[in-house]
């Protein structure tokens, strides 16, 4: 997961900056710089060697041989879920941003303990999100 850092640069390979459009408004170049920082934090934690995230023409990222994975971005934060296409034939993930935000009765019916857990445990970020008028969950 990657967050937008103010005056901070994201990494990404240089033929991957390539893929954006060069008519991109900033926020189209946050949200996809973000998504493919997201995309090879998730590689590098698979132990999958660095390699280009591509573009296909709808704008569906394009794993590496053998990687299934989904890159979703909402607000100023984007993630990335990956895994070895032999174990799985496609993978998804999405965020949403809410307004006022999740109540903690609904969100014990929508959210896995370990994900209650994890939103707890992320309290600085999720909070800023809140000041922000954005939360993520």
Same mark, same amino acid.
């Given at each position: 997961m990657r967050w937008e850092t103010a005056g901070q640069p994201v990494p990404i390979l240089p033929a991957e900056a390539q893929l954006l459009n060069e008519r991109a408004v900033p926020r189209r170049r946050l949200?996809?710089?973000l998504g493919r920082a997201a995309a090879h934090?998730?590689?590098d934690d698979l132990?999958?060697?660095t390699a280009i995230v591509g573009r296909a023409p709808g704008g569906e990222p394009i794993w590496p041989d053998g990687i299934v994975g989904s890159i979703t971005h909402a607000g100023n934060v984007a993630a990335a =879920?990956?895994?070895s296409a032999s174990h799985l034939a496609g993978l998804g993930l999405d965020l949403e941003l809410t307004r006022p935000g999740l109540s903690a009765a609904a969100a014990h019916y929508v959210c896995h303990p370990r994900e209650l857990a994890w939103a707890e445990a992320a309290g600085p970020r999720v909070a800023d999100q809140r000041q922000a008028g954005d939360? =993520?969950?």
């Open positions: 949200h996809f710089t934090d998730a590689l132990g999958a060697p =879920v990956v895994a939360d =993520v969950r």
